[in-house]
């Protein structure tokens, strides 16, 4: 069966876009609730808008794994997209806000959705180039699985370095 690839990074970014977007404020919806905390953003720091893009990234990556299981790449091309669309957030956001100063509310959101379309845009052309090779599928998984496991104990250990650092209130992690 013939994939398209254009279509499923088209579904897969208004699927993180949507999710990632209700997740930023599920914390507060919930009334700062411990058990939304490791996946809702719990403050405004850059570590905190990276994971609302990990966790719909990793949802869809989940589903999207049930119908991709003929491609031998898909962990590899996923692993990839992870990391660079997670990787892109704070290099705009550092780079926007040291040309220009504290950027705007439409500046981080604009931030967060590049970074999801650069992610899939990736997907895209790896799952059309037909290049990757996956030795270790098993591994790539257990990476992706990893980065989230560290954005579960980063909400509640986070280390005092400026990317966790809640810009608004000036503290790190979930509110106590």
């Known amino acids: ?4 690839y254009a279509l499923w990074s088209f579904c897969g970014f208004a699927f993180t876009g949507l999710i990632g977007t209700l997740l930023h404020f599920l914390y507060d919806w919930t009334g700062g609730s411990i ?8 403050n405004e720091s850059t570590w905190e ?4 893009l990990y966790f719909p990234l990793l949802i869809f ?9 003929d491609v031998r790449s898909f962990p590899c091309i996923k692993l990839w997209g992870i990391f660079w669309g997670l990787l892109a957030i704070p290099i705009l956001f550092y780079t926007i806000n040291g040309a220009f100063g504290k950027t705007p509310d439409w500046m981080n959101i604009t931030i967060f959705f590049v970074s999801a379309a650069i992610a899939f845009l990736l997907e895209t052309y790896l799952f059309k180039k037909d290049s990757v090779r996956c030795a270790y599928r098993k591994k790539a998984w257990v990476v ?9 104990i980063f909400t509640f250990y986070p280390p005092k370095i400026p990317l966790f650092k809640d810009p608004v209130d000036g503290f790190y992690g979930r509110p106590h």
Do not use: D, E, T
């Open 144 to 152: 992706i699985i990893f980065i989230g496991l560290l954005f579960v």
């Open 61 to 69: 990556a989940l589903l999207q794994s049930i119908f991709f299981r």
């Open 1 to 4: 069966m013939k994939k398209s």
């Open 35 to 42: 058990f939304s905390a490791p996946f809702s953003g719990v």
């Open 49 to 52: 808008h990276m994971k609302l």
